[in-house]
């Protein structure tokens, strides 16, 4: 496969994880130990807040008096997509049940997680779709509380935006607390709030670091690194259009990656001379992340054909994958890892970001290799169980006693025997698989 990079990273994603991992781990410990105190000590350490941590219903009610009514439309209009396309996902996970053998049956059973913890970032920017994203799918699956966390600002509290959201979403329970002590008083089950059985939401390496350690202790939805996106383009994409996509997903941080893998040499040459005009008209702390990001970060591939674009696609596995060439039904069927597709020129990655309904926490990292994004399934426990007549459980126990003893497993073996023998005294079963009776 001939592969031409007409621009190569500089740098590769990585985070200082043995100096973040020791921070993260400490701060747990002593959460863990000193409850809602220790949780309220790094409040007011690393968010100068010193406010009510429980967000109290006339909070809530002042924050959405003041957001304008078009902010909050457009707020409800994003639900109503996430809460639709949730709801059509969970149609997908049905209780059924089926006879194995004559006499045993055997079912699946789908079971809402009981509580549910959303991290919605609030920091250098106020992520009112995480909270979409996240509490959204949570209420649809059938969670029976959700808690949601996000970093208050000094003598302020959480941002406006992010109440109202949260609350028309669904949250039972609002925490004015970020980082690592927002995480842990989720997990924990601090400040009158059930301990959370899922912890999902982006966040920053701190808030990652935190879930990481903490997972299997509690669901998460999965380990995060930096957001990536890549674009599929040929020579009829408009360049004025991949490289305002580009862009836009390069502010989300300075080392977040964006690719460009084309079999046209003129739309790369163009994208690339496009690229630093759009970064110069952000504004400053947009541009600063763009600008890092594409120097540092992307890359721009040349292929000789649509089908090494797609194989190149799926070797990177990207968080966010668009299609900018014709034959989009071809790159449907082709295409296999990619947290989420978006097809043509008429959908851009922002929009699945924002409002149109598909969720925006998806695996980074190149996990979609083995992973999809959040869903009203990552909510919900898919268990099994079984039943069987005595004569159903016949062969079962048969077959369960021979290949028990040919694995060394004596105790259960006899688990088997023993229904054998009460209920079919008399008859004789060759239990050893050696032709013996035993």
């Not at 999902?200 to 669901?219: H, M, Y």
């Not at 540092?296 to 070797?315: H, K, Q």
């Amino acid at each position: 496969m001939s592969r031409t990079y007409l621009k190569k990273a500089v740098k590769t994603s990585t985070s200082d994880s043995g100096s973040v991992r020791d921070t993260v781990q400490s701060i747990l410990d002593e959460i863990e130990a000193g409850g809602e105190a220790a949780a309220r000590s790094y409040a007011e350490k690393f968010d100068r807040y010193t406010g009510n941590i429980k967000v109290t219903r006339e909070e809530i009610e002042a924050a959405a008096a003041s957001l304008p009514q078009k902010l909050k439309d457009d707020i409800r209009f994003a639900h109503d997509n996430v809460r639709k396309f949730a709801q059509a996902q969970k149609k997908t996970l049905t209780d059924i049940e089926v006879e194995i053998v004559p006499g045993l049956t055997a079912g699946q059973k789908t079971i809402p997680i009981e509580a549910a913890g959303c991290y919605v970032p609030g920091g250098r920017y106020s992520h009112v779709a995480s909270a979409i994203m996240t509490v959204t799918t949570a209420k649809v699956a059938g969670c029976k509380h959700i808690t949601v966390c996000s970093p208050p600002r000094p003598d302020v509290g959480v941002h406006p935006a992010i109440l109202y959201t949260a609350d028309i979403c669904g949250a039972d329970t609002i925490l004015a607390m970020g980082g690592v002590q927002g995480v842990a008083s989720m997990a924990f089950g601090l400040f009158d709030v059930p301990p959370s059985g899922i912890l999902v939401g982006p966040g920053n390496q701190f808030v990652a670091e935190a879930k990481r350690i903490l997972f299997g202790r509690v669901g998460i939805d999965m380990f995060a690194g930096p957001t990536d996106s890549l674009i599929l383009a040929d020579k009829d994409a408009d360049p004025e259009i991949v490289a305002a996509d580009l862009v836009g997903q390069a502010e989300h941080g300075y080392n977040s990656p964006v690719w460009l893998v084309t079999d046209d040499r003129a739309l790369a040459e163009a994208v690339m001379a496009l690229v630093p005009k759009h970064i110069a008209t952000l504004p400053e702390v947009n541009r600063d992340n763009a600008e890092a990001a594409w120097r540092d970060f992307a890359e721009v591939i040349l292929c000789d054909s649509r089908e090494e674009m797609a194989a190149t696609s799926d070797d990177y596995a990207p968080e966010h994958l668009t299609v900018q060439a014709a034959d989009t039904d071809w790159w449907l069927g082709r295409l296999g890892c990619y947290g989420s597709l978006f097809l043509g020129e008429e959908t851009t990655v922002a929009f699945g970001d924002k409002a149109s309904g598909t969720n925006h926490v998806l695996p980074t990292s190149g996990a979609a290799r083995y992973t999809g994004g959040l869903s009203v399934h990552k909510f919900m426990k898919i268990v099994t169980w079984q039943r069987a007549t005595r004569e159903g459980s016949k062969s079962i126990a048969e077959a369960t006693a021979r290949i028990s003893r040919l694995e060394g497993m004596e105790g259960h073996a006899r688990t088997a025997d023993i229904r054998l023998r009460k209920y079919f005294p008399g008859e004789n079963f060759d239990l050893s698989g050696t032709g013996q009776d035993i």
